[in-house]
């Protein structure tokens, strides 16, 4: 069976320090890759999604980058955290050809 | 725009109670549709997908009406800990980017 895994759990950050998230997929292969944003009392926003190695749109002009270096690994980074950057941050991934999306458990990021 | 709209709530409902969600979304070309619940503080998690003939698990029920462009959830004898937000989840045929409701608070109390 499939399972995301993303960490860490929790992290605080002061401002102006780099961000690097990580979210691994196991069970499938060449999935497609997102990292939703989720402020407090906040609907989803999409940040970066993946189709392929390589390929990474960005859905919101921001400091933050995603880099996909293996077929199943995503990663979300910063070089400077702003305030504005806390939130529930959640990786997710779907089939090539499917529709669901299934998250990992987050990463609680609060920047002081 | 792709939108797809949810009353926030909350819902606040004894146990028992049967209780009823709906969403709208913008899209015609939309094709596929799901709900997700979310507990506080965690992932989304796939509650059920909602297919054109409607469909049930349990307790919950889901319809599509294309006509008019919404989507519903319903909860017969709600359990307290039903009580999450429930999010509508619309995706256009061949999209990778699903679009998702902001979510619906349900508070289930004794």
């Known amino acids: 069976s499939q399972t995301i895994h993303q960490w860490p759990a929790t992290l605080v950050q002061p401002v102006g320090s780099p961000l690097s998230l990580e979210c691994t997929v196991e069970g499938t292969s060449n999935p497609n890759l997102y990292w939703y944003r989720q402020a407090a009392g906040r609907g989803l926003q999409l940040l970066f999604y993946?189709?392929?190695?390589?390929?990474i749109s960005s859905e919101v002009p921001q400091n933050l980058s995603a880099s996909r270096p293996q077929d199943r690994q995503f990663i979300l980074s910063s070089k400077k955290l702003l305030l504005s950057d806390s939130g529930f941050y959640l990786c997710?991934?779907?089939?090539?050809?499917?529709?669901?999306?299934?998250f990992g458990s987050g990463t609680q990021l609060s920047v002081l | 725009r792709k939108e797809v709209e949810q009353d926030p709530g909350p819902f606040n409902v004894p146990e028992g109670a049967t209780v009823a969600f709906n969403c709208t979304y913008s899209n015609s070309a939309s094709q596929s549709f799901f709900w997700y619940r979310q507990d506080c503080r965690k992932e989304p998690k796939l509650l059920m997908s909602v297919y054109s003939s409607g469909n049930e698990d349990g307790r919950f029920t889901a319809q599509l009406n294309r006509a008019s462009q919404y989507i519903s959830l319903l909860i017969r004898d709600s359990k307290l800990s039903d009580s999450a937000t429930y999010l509508c989840?619309?995706?256009?045929?061949?999209?990778?980017?699903?679009?998702f409701g902001r979510g619906t608070s349900l508070i289930v109390h004794p």
């Open positions: 989840v619309v995706n256009e045929g061949g999209s990778y980017i699903p679009t």
């Open positions: 997710a991934w779907s089939s090539s050809g499917g529709e669901k999306l299934f």
């Open positions: 993946s189709v392929g190695i390589g390929q």
